[in-house]
C-alpha cells in the first residue's frame, strides 16, 4: 500500500476535520505527544463533568493520517467515561476510520496516546494515584566531545570580527546576554544563527528579548550539545534533545561557546 | 477539475514526437543488432545511429555511449563497475551529502565490499565546497562521485571545477547528470567527466532506458554478464524502440534547451518571488541563483509537507515534498538536512517543478493555492504561532 493510499474516511477527517481548537478552564485537561522530529505533534484538549467527556478539541502538526486520527479520536471520546476513553487504542482509531496504511499505524496514530495522557493529567491533578510508566532517568551530559580538536577550526570561543561568520551557519551555546548579544550580531551577516539553551524558557531582560524575536536567531531550546564533527574542520554537531531524550546531526559551519 | 502536474522531476510525459520515431521500431522493424541478415542491419543501424546522435548531445564521441535500462543501471555501472576494476589502486570513493538516494546505496553497498567512502559536506544552499572535497582526496581515492545538480533543491554544482581538480589530482570522475540534462548544458570533454550516467525520461524520452557515458581509456566492470553486447560491458539484446526513443528526445532537446530554459526561469523566478512575498514565515530551499531553471523549492515554518501535497492533490495540483511521511524509510530528505535543516523544519517542504509542457495558466493556479492551503493547516498546527 502505498504510504499516502488513504481511505475515503481518512481523507474526508483531512479535508474537514472536527474539532479543531483549544479548550479552556478547571474541568479541562490536555495530552500532547509526539515531536517535530519524527514529524507529527498532537494537542488533545477535553472537557470532563463528574467521570464523562462532554467535549474535545484537538491541534496537530503532521501528515494527513496524523491529522485524520487527532479528528477521529476527538469525535469517539464525546460521551464516553474517562475508563471507557483509557481503554481507547490507536487500533480503534484506525478501525473507525477504514484503516490506514500499515506504515502510518506507528506515527502518525499516536492520538489515542495523547488522550491517555490527558486523562492521566487530569487524575493526577485531582490527587488520584496514577501507574507511571517508563519514568526515564534522564542522564546529565556534561563533557563536550571535540572541543579541542575544533579550536581554530570553527569553533570559537570568542568573537572578535563578525565578518568571519558571513553566510556560514552558525550555532552558539546560550551563556547569558553576551550569547545572545553575539547571536544577534551575527544574524546580521548570516541567514542561519542557532542559539541552544538546554532550558525550557531564556530569562532576558524585555529589551534583548525583543531583539532576539525580532532577529532571525533560531532559538533550540531544552538543547545540549554532545559533539562537534567534522572531517578537518567543525562540519557537524551532534545535539541532544532534553525533552524527547534523543539525539540528531545538524549540520553547521561554525560553533561559538563564550564562557 | 483541470489538472496540474508541476513535478517533472519526478517523471516527465514522453514527448509525442519521441514516440512517433519509436513506434516503426516495434513491429516494422524488429530486428536484433547481433543478427548478421538484412533485418539485423537495420537494428544496428537504428542503435549506431542514436549512439551517434546522444554523442552529440553531450560533447562525446560515438564509442564513449553505452546503453543501459535507465539511470540507476547506469550510476549502478559507473560506480561499482569502476570501483571493482580499479580497487587494486585504490579503495577510496568520494561522493557529496546530497547525491541521490541512489548513490548513497551504492556507497553502503561499496563499505561492505572494503571501500572506504566519504561525503564531502555542502553549504546551506546546498553547493559542494572544492576546499572540502580536496580536503578529503587521500593516496588511496580511485573515484570522485558528484551530481551535475540535486535532483530534490536543484542547486547546481561547480562540475567544470571538480573534473579539473580530479583530473590533477588523477582520480577518475563521475557525474551523476539526471537532474541536470536538458537544463544545464553538457560538455563531457570541457567539464573533465570519465563517467557520467544519463536518462531518457528527463530528456522527454521512453523510461526504461538510459547512457552511461564512459570516456576512452576508462574502463569498468560490467555488472550485468551475458551475450556481450554493447562491447561486453553491457550485456543483453539491446531495447532498439526505447534506444532510438531516447535519440530523438535527445535531438528535440538540443533545439528547444535554449527557449525551454528561459521559459522555466521565468516560472520559477515568478513563483519564487511570489511565494516568498505572500506567505509569512516561507523560505526558498537550495541556491539563490545557481539553481535549475526549473526548480522552485520551499519551506514553511509550523505545517508537514504531505499534508501539503494532499492538499495540493485535491486541488487538482500534483507536486513533491521533502517530507518522511511520504517516503518508504519515515525519515526526512537527507539533501535538505545537509544543508543544515533540522527534522521539523525539513518536514515542511514543497517542490515545485516545471517542464515542457508546463503553462503560465498551471503556474498562476499554483500560486494562487499556496497560501490558501498553507494558512489552512497553519491553522491546524500547534506549533505555528504567528510573530
Do not use: W
Amino acid at each position: 500500500m502505498k504510504s499516502t493510499k488513504y481511505s475515503e474516511k481518512v481523507l474526508d477527517h483531512f479535508r474537514n476535520p472536527r474539532n479543531v481548537g483549544t479548550l479552556e478552564g478547571d474541568d479541562v485537561a490536555v495530552g500532547k505527544v509526539g515531536n517535530p522530529t519524527c514529524g507529527d505533534i498532537m494537542e488533545v484538549f477535553i472537557r470532563i463533568d463528574g467521570d464523562v467527556i462532554t467535549d474535545a478539541k484537538f491541534r496537530t502538526f503532521g501528515c494527513g493520517s496524523a491529522i485524520a486520527t487527532t479528528s477521529m479520536t476527538t469525535e469517539m471520546v464525546k460521551g464516553m467515561t474517562l475508563d471507557e476513553a483509557m481503554e481507547l487504542t490507536r487500533q480503534d482509531v484506525a478501525d473507525e476510520l477504514d484503516g490506514l496504511p500499515p506504515i502510518k499505524m506507528h506515527c502518525s496514530n499516536l492520538a489515542a496516546d495523547a488522550l491517555h495522557e490527558a486523562i492521566k493529567s487530569y487524575r493526577k491533578g485531582r490527587g488520584e494515584d496514577v501507574p507511571e510508566e517508563n519514568e526515564k532517568v534522564k542522564e546529565e551530559v556534561e563533557c563536550l566531545i571535540g572541543k579541542d580538536e575544533f579550536l581554530n577550526k570553527g569553533l570559537y570561543l570568542n568573537v572578535e570580527d563578525i565578518n568571519e561568520f558571513k553566510d556560514r551557519r552558525t550555532l552558539i551555546l546560550y551563556s547569558g546576554d553576551e550569547s545572545v548579544e553575539t547571536a544577534i550580531n551575527i544574524s546580521e551577516v548570516s541567514e542561519r544563527v542557532i542559539l541552544l539553551t538546554p532550558d525550557e524558557t531564556l530569562v532576558l531582560n524585555p529589551d534583548l528579548a525583543e531583539k532576539l524575536a525580532s532577529s532571525g536567531v533560531k532559538v533550540l531550546y531544552q538543547s545540549k550539545l554532545l559533539e562537534i564533527r567534522g572531517e578537518f574542520e567543525v562540519e557537524k554537531v551532534l545535539i541532544f534533545n532534553i525533552d524527547e531524550d534523543e539525539d540528531y546531526e545538524l549540520f553547521v559551519d561554525a560553533v561559538v561557546i563564550i564562557e | 477539475m483541470k489538472q496540474v502536474y508541476l513535478d517533472y522531476q519526478s517523471a516527465k510525459p514522453v514527448d509525442l514526437k519521441v514516440m512517433e520515431g519509436m513506434m516503426k521500431y516495434f513491429h516494422e522493424s524488429f530486428g536484433n543488432p547481433s543478427s548478421l541478415h538484412h533485418v539485423g542491419d537495420v537494428a544496428t543501424d537504428a542503435l549506431e545511429e542514436s549512439r551517434k546522435k546522444i554523442a552529440g548531445f553531450i560533447n562525446a564521441d560515438e564509442d564513449e555511449i553505452i546503453f543501459t535500462s535507465g539511470a540507476t543501471e547506469a550510476i549502478n555501472l559507473g560506480i561499482i563497475g569502476y570501483a571493482l576494476r580499479n580497487k587494486k589502486k585504490g579503495n577510496h570513493i568520494i561522493i557529496s551529502e546530497i547525491e541521490h538516494i541512489s548513490i548513497h546505496n551504492i556507497a553502503k553497498y561499496l563499505e561492505r565490499e572494503g571501500f572506504t567512502i566519504s561525503k564531502v559536506p555542502v553549504d546551506q544552499f546546498g553547493k559542494v565546497s572544492l576546499r572540502k572535497l580536496e580536503q578529503r582526496i587521500t593516496d588511496k581515492t580511485i573515484l570522485i562521485s558528484i551530481g551535475m545538480a540535486s535532483n530534490e533543491i536543484g542547486t547546481i554544482q561547480p562540475t567544470s571545477e571538480i573534473g579539473k581538480l580530479a583530473a590533477e589530482k588523477g582520480i577518475a570522475f563521475h557525474t551523476d547528470a539526471v537532474a541536470a540534462e536538458g537544463l544545464v548544458p553538457i560538455d563531457v570533454k570541457k567539464d573533465n567527466i570519465n563517467l557520467m550516467a544519463l536518462s531518457s525520461n528527463d530528456l522527454y524520452g521512453p523510461r526504461g532506458v538510459g547512457v552511461m557515458y564512459m570516456q576512452k581509456k576508462y574502463r569498468v566492470n560490467p555488472i550485468i554478464i551475458g551475450g556481450g553486447q554493447e562491447r561486453g560491458f553491457r550485456s543483453g539484446s539491446e531495447d532498439i524502440p526505447g534506444i532510438v526513443g531516447m535519440r530523438f528526445a535527445a535531438e528535440i532537446m538540443q533545439k528547444e534547451m535554449n527557449t525551454e530554459i528561459k521559459r522555466f526561469q521565468e516560472y520559477r523566478d515568478r513563483m519564487i518571488k511570489q511565494v516568498l512575498d505572500e506567505v509569512p514565515d516561507s523560505h526558498l530551499n537550495g541556491h539563490p541563483k545557481d539553481r535549475l531553471a526549473s526548480n522552485a523549492h520551499f519551506r514553511f515554518d509550523g505545517i508537514e509537507g504531505e499534508s501539503i501535497l494532499l492538499s495540493f492533490k485535491d486541488l487538482g495540483i500534483s507536486v513533491s515534498t521533502g517530507s518522511a511521511c511520504t517516503s518508504k524509510t519515515l525519515e526526512p530528505s537527507h539533501t535538505l538536512i545537509a544543508t543544515g535543516l533540522l527534522h521539523e523544519e525539513a518536514h515542511g517542504s514543497l517542490q515545485l517543478t516545471a517542464g515542457r509542457f508546463s503553462t503560465d495558466d498551471d503556474i498562476d493556479i499554483v500560486l494562487e493555492a499556496v497560501p490558501k492551503v498553507v494558512s489552512r493547516l497553519r491553522e491546524l498546527s500547534p506549533i505555528y504561532k504567528t510573530k
